[in-house]
RNA sequence: GCGGAUGUGCCGGAGCGGUCAAACGGAACAGACUCAAGAUCUGUCGGCUUAGUGCCUACACAGGUUCAAAUCCUGUCAUCCGCACCA
């Protein structure tokens, strides 16, 4: 069977590049270095899935292309390899999460070497080995020394189904991440936080620098969200309590304030006589999770003390409400029922007064308030300012607030910092000390790692709480005993560096060696998912810029230029899922067809960054094609290649050469057949021949490094430059010869029928340079043969235009339906006036008609002489 | 609600102002080869057709800009994705 034959060509070579360390590559100055990387996968038990295959064959191709054309290609992999999955699954397997994840990590390196992928072995890591997570812990103090590490008490999200508080940004509209079907709740608990808000500004303005996929930027750049606004200092009690606003017009409108339900101050607001209701409120929200968002009401309960507006002096009452989020500005707002939307739905709940301050217009009014009116107008009720628009009120205001020290001009960000605790087994173990002296000690650095202990209990509570010998120690500082933090990383701690990582793998004493991370650094070419734009890429960016900080690297940004692969849908069009019984297994594909294969068919579905669907019948034939390929180029005939073969092979180099560099490999793909339909019956030289098949190695490297072995080749095709295109051979007017034969003889005939008609009307002729058909001599001898108007006409066109140097092209004689509305000849913008005035001469001369010039400036006058505006003309009158 | 993307033939998808009834692939149909199937090759593959280098209708829908629009602009609709009570 072909198949065998296939895979095990597959196995020899992939065996030869391992023995020959053939994508192993180490620091040399003297090269150019290229670091291609995929988004590391977490190794589930499952083993690769298509997606998997799809986005390691992109990054694949890109490394090979890359390495054959000169750069030294850092190219490796490793495993995301801690995290609840695991953990869950070897639970239920009776199973340590260690053993499980290390032989999934060993099925995916199996499933990885049968894709053919030319990873560099050598350094691959795993997340969840010790000698990897110890750098976490060196970070993690690292960081804490700097103070961007610290404990605090405040409103979490929890999900019960992980058991675990997540981080916002693993809060998706109100579910867990990992659980779409399961309410986060609130929860109020003492963790950790990596305080990514010292970096928010960075964050948000070097978005403008990276290559990546616009919609991912601006995810990134929402999720920070900065909006421009006032703060303004409202006074409760005796004390001040700023709040934040962007709507500093609608001041006059206050009628009342919300303080968030879960503000820690909130219990200075509270007086004695509302306590028990603020109480009951607070329980009651508490139960409910957050979920549901545009059915939750807006609810609250008055606190019982009174605002102070500093512009007006009223005394407004404050409530405690359930939508006013804690965190963001100053956790209180300033409520305005009759100009947003959630002030008055509270404030019609509560009966609290709606205070009309914004106009549409000067004289336009509110009808009648069924709703609040959201959009910039003219103040109406605000004293000195009314009649101004919303704009220039604020900028008043501000000024006006800064100059009584009520207030100021600034900004705020969603952006939060980074919860990072969680309350499970399979992560790294947080290098803290609780001491009941000293306080919060960080472990010492030389007795790092912090090992996860081996003797847990799962399934109740936090794990790592259940090993006495974990939790018992004694204080780095005083000695004295202590216990130990319980908690593990988010495993998004883990994939923040792991780039770093692989830049010096195996150093025992540092995290990685500045110099060659800084030879490496930074990546060239992340590849990966979109799901990751507001997680893994914000936090490894945050990791980078923080590094960059303890000058442990330069770089600023981890990742550069980012390409986002497009998802594979199964052959039904739905996701690939297990329930949907819709999964293709690609291990099946390989066994069954080839590598090769079904690299080519995963490359051909659609451009690499669209979504695709998989089609079975596509692999099938992809599979005969490349068994075609294999079979045809084996057995080709060397020879000298005609013109036709060296145009064609010059042409796909340089054309798949580009589309490489675009990521357009269905494109590549296409030209690649269409090239191989063409010398698959020629004659071709040995290099040319050479040439093609490197193009093609790429795509597939098994049977090309086999076809350059047979080719009597000793090295290695892998590592063999990449052809360059010699332009000189390539001739477009070869390359449309065919289509040309019949295009002339088609044209020459129209003008033909044309001219033979008695009145010649109005013949259309379009000239663009962009058609570079080379058409003219072609033209030429059919000239000589016949000899009427119309080729004339087109004879005189063409050498006119190669007079002024324009390449003739393609021209297209049209036989006009309306000549009082068509131009007789339009000529490319490239066209000079002065040519054209030429031209008049001997075209009048050689019909013996009136010819007039058209050069018009605007549509009107074009269209009083039927031509076109900024472009000449000739018509025949 | 806000933001982003997409809408092309039976399907997957190219095209990004004039070489467009639309690359390339898949499916389908017909023919060649076969005892037959498969494989392979050839042709057809929007409609009409006097079969023509012909006509009509087409690139979500409706308008607009152009001598010229699948391509540019405006609006509408549909689908997908992200964010979501951020003051």
Known sequence: ?????????????QKRWAEKKAFEVSEDPKKKKCYVLEMFPYPSGAGLHMGHSLNYTIGDIFARYKRMSGYNVLYPMGYDAFGLPAENAAIKAGEHPASYTENSMKNFVMQQHALGISYSWDRMLATCRPEYYKWNQHFFIKFYEKGLVYRKKSAVNWCPDCSTVLANEQVHSGKCWRHTETDVETKHLEQWFIKTTAYTEELLADIKKLNWPERIKIMQENWIGKSHGTEIEFEINGKKWPIFTTRADTIFGVTFMVVAAQHPRLGELVTPEQKQNVDAFLKKIKSVSEKELEALDKEGVFTGSYAINPMTGDKVPVYAGNFVIAEYGSGMVMAVPAHDQRDFEFAKKYDIPINEVIHPSKDKKLDDLKKAYTEYGVLVNSREFNGLSSEAAIEKLQSWLSKHNLGKKTFNYKFRDWLVSRQRYWGTPIPMVYCDKCGVV???????????????????????ASSESFVRTKCPRCGAAAKRETDTMDTFFDSSWYFLRYC????????????????????????????????????????TK?????????????????????????????????????????????????????????MSLASPDSNSVWNDNGMES??????????????EKIGKSSKGVENKINKLIKDVTAD??????????????????????????????ESFIKILSPFCPHITEELWERLGNKTLLSLEPWPKADESKIDEKLDACDSLAACTRSDINAVKKLASLDKIGKITIIISPKWKYGLFDVLKKEMQKTRNPGEILKAIMSTELKKHGQDITRIVPTVVKDPSKMPTIILSQELERKALEEAKESLASEFGCGVEVVIAEDSKEAKAKNAAPGKPAIVLA
Not at 514 to 531: F, L, N, T
Not at 670 to 681: G, L, N, Q, T, V
Request: aromatic content about 12%; some cysteine; overall charge neutral.
């Open 504 to 543: 010096d793998n195996k150093n025992e004493a540092i995290a990685f060696d500045r110099k060659k991370a800084e030879y490496w650094m930074p990546v060239d070419q992340y590849i990966g998912g979109a799901e990751h734009a507001c997680m893994h890429l914000i936090y490894a960016r945050f990791f």
């Open 546 to 602: 923080a590094l960059r900080d303890l000058r442990m690297i330069s770089a600023d940004e981890p990742f550069p230029r980012l390409f986002n692969q497009g998802m594979l849908h199964g052959p039904d069009g739905n996701k690939m899922s297990k329930s949907l019984g819709n999964v293709v297994n690609p291990i099946e594909m390989i066994e069954r067809y080839s590598a090769d294969a079904l690299r080519f068919n995963l």
């Open 660 to 689: 490489i560099e675009g990521f357009k490999y269905n494109l590549a793909l296409i030209k690649i057949r269409d090239a191989f339909e063409y010398i698959e019956h020629e004659k071709i030289s040995k290099r040319d021949l």
């Open 442 to 464: 960080p472990v010492d650095e030389k007795d790092l790692p912090v090992l996860l202990p081996k003797d847990v209990k799962f399934g109740h509570g936090n794990p790592l």
């Open 622 to 635: 992809a599979s005969k094609f490349v068994t075609k390929m294999f079979g045809s180029l084996t057995h």
């Open 1 to 13: 069977m072909a198949e065998n034959e296939f895979n095990k060509i597959a196995a020899k070579w």
